[in-house]
């Protein structure tokens, strides 16, 4: 019965499309209920430490920020799962399978965000440096202790094959690395957590992403595009009559390329910039009110649901088969909708991420965190229980440097900040643009947006 998808589905309770191959564990487990593997995966990743502490990580403001209502990685998480469930019912596949790829999809991602990744990044070059795709697969392979094998080493929390691979968004060694559009080597295993890349990959082809990565992919785009720009609203970074009026809209377009490259022509964003902005609800503009965040609410809404249908729908009419689990079929969105996402990702790279005053905090976040892990290289004394027995047991100076980048990047925002005054100095939150000169905190609204596109803020006094 396990090359039978239909007959696995009716016997084993899982979804129709998945066989015993992809139930399968690394480790070998026996369980006395019958619950589905595949809802035992989701289940471990929810109560995991390693997904709590993204709660204290920051997604695009620091959870440490003045913006205590911004979202940050756990609740960014939370709506991308919840996205990848409703896309994965509408496709047929297996909800519990792109939950828990969507659930995991940041867990390794370090204090700062994406900053951070850079700062390890550099940090570690010399042993392969840092991803947070391929700290993902370590930390559900290895590091989060939940299941160990016959010799007390320990396998993570030893996911079915099909749940890890969904969480896997580029699956192929650091060896074989693809530059981001930023210039950065994008992979999804170090070397040393190759065996059970090689294990999760039997049958796969080639480089190709199952579904229920596509999926997990899909969804992240969405909710990043969707509800950063919300909280941008929400935070007084922009103002939606503004970003409608066409005045304004060269500018803006200038702005948008520069962040999101040169894969879609300008025409293409222009037209993509125009439809956003002229669906019914799009607002007039934003004063706070309760009236204006139910507008806001109900426009996010519309726009996660124009994107997913847009998707389920394009898929559907590609494929004539009624199975799509796995290596059965991609995900189509259409080039239209790709374009919408990519204007409101490019609208809060410009105008949040890569606003003039940030730079000079990004630059002090990166130096906490190299500073941080060269003294835990220095002293590995300091390393909490789990990371100094990892530490020990290494026999090489590239696996101990490894664990010196496993802790710093379990740790949260805070955390860092607080083990840096521990270990070297108290830092100057001022530097992080967590405080002002007189030690008041400093309002999102305190950053001078870069001309010309100074249009593009909430008027003053309103």
């Not at 309770?13 to 809802?39: L, T, V």
């Not at 790829?101 to 204090?111: E, F, M, Q, T, V």
């Not at 596509?214 to 919300?230: C, K, N, R």
């Not at 305190?446 to 001309?451: D, K, M, S, T, Y």
């Amino acid at each position: 019965m396990a090359g039978d998808a239909s007959g696995v589905g009716i016997a084993s309770g899982r979804p129709s499309g998945y066989d015993d191959h992809d139930a399968e564990r690394f480790i070998p487990e026996r369980h006395r209920s019958q619950r589905d593997g595949f809802a035992r995966d989701r289940a471990r990743v929810l109560h995991s430490a390693a997904l709590r502490r993204l709660a204290a990580k920051t997604q695009v403001l620091s959870p440490a920020s003045p913006a205590d209502f911004a979202r940050n990685r756990l609740t960014h998480s939370l709506e991308v799962a919840q996205v990848g469930r409703e896309l994965a019912i509408a496709l047929e596949l297996s909800p519990d399978v792109v939950d828990t790829a969507c659930l995991s999809h940041d867990i390794g991602h370090p204090p700062f965000g994406h900053n951070g990744e850079r700062a390890l990044n550099d940090w570690a070059e010399d042993i392969g440096g840092f991803e947070g795709n391929a700290q993902t697969l370590r930390i559900l392979s290895r590091l989060e202790p939940k299941v160990l094998d016959a010799e007390g080493r320990s396998a993570g929390l030893n996911l079915t094959r099909a749940s890890l691979d969904a969480t896997c968004k580029y699956p192929w060694t650091v060896e074989h690395g693809v530059p981001d559009p930023g210039g950065r080597e994008k992979f999804g295993v170090y070397p040393e957590d190759e065996a059970v890349f090689r294990w999760m990959r039997q049958g796969a082809p080639g480089r190709v992403r199952c579904i229920e990565a596509e999926v997990m992919d899909l969804s992240d785009d969405i909710a990043y595009s969707v509800h950063d720009f919300e909280d941008a609203v929400l935070n007084g970074y922009l103002d939606p009559a503004r970003l409608a009026d066409v005045r304004e809209h060269e500018a803006l377009l200038t702005a948008i390329q520069a962040w999101v490259g040169f894969g879609f022509t300008r025409d293409e964003l222009a037209d993509a910039l125009y439809r956003l902005t002229r669906i019914p609800e799009w607002l007039p503009g934003f004063d706070g009110s309760r009236a204006a965040l139910a507008g806001l609410k109900n426009l996010t809404s519309d726009l996660i649901g124009r994107f997913a249908r847009a998707a389920t729908t394009a898929t559907r009419e590609h494929y004539s088969a009624p199975v799509l689990t796995r290596y059965h079929g991609r995900v189509i969105v259409p080039r239209v909708i790709e374009a919408e996402m990519a204007v409101l990702k490019g609208i809060i790279g410009a105008f949040v991420v890569t606003i003039d005053g940030r730079r000079g905090l990004y630059k002090e976040q990166r130096r906490v965190l190299k500073r941080l892990a060269t003294a835990l290289w220095e002293r590995p004394e300091h390393l909490d229980r789990l990371h100094a027995e990892d530490f020990a047991a290494a026999s090489t100076d590239a696996a101990r440097k490894r664990v010196v980048v496993d802790q710093v990047a379990s740790l949260t925002d805070r955390f860092a900040i607080e083990w840096h005054a521990r270990l070297i100095g108290p830092v100057d939150l001022r530097e992080l643009g967590l405080r002002s000169g007189d030690d008041r905190t400093i309002a999102p609204s305190g950053f001078a947006l870069p001309e010309p596109l100074a249009g593009l803020w909430p008027a003053e006094g309103h």
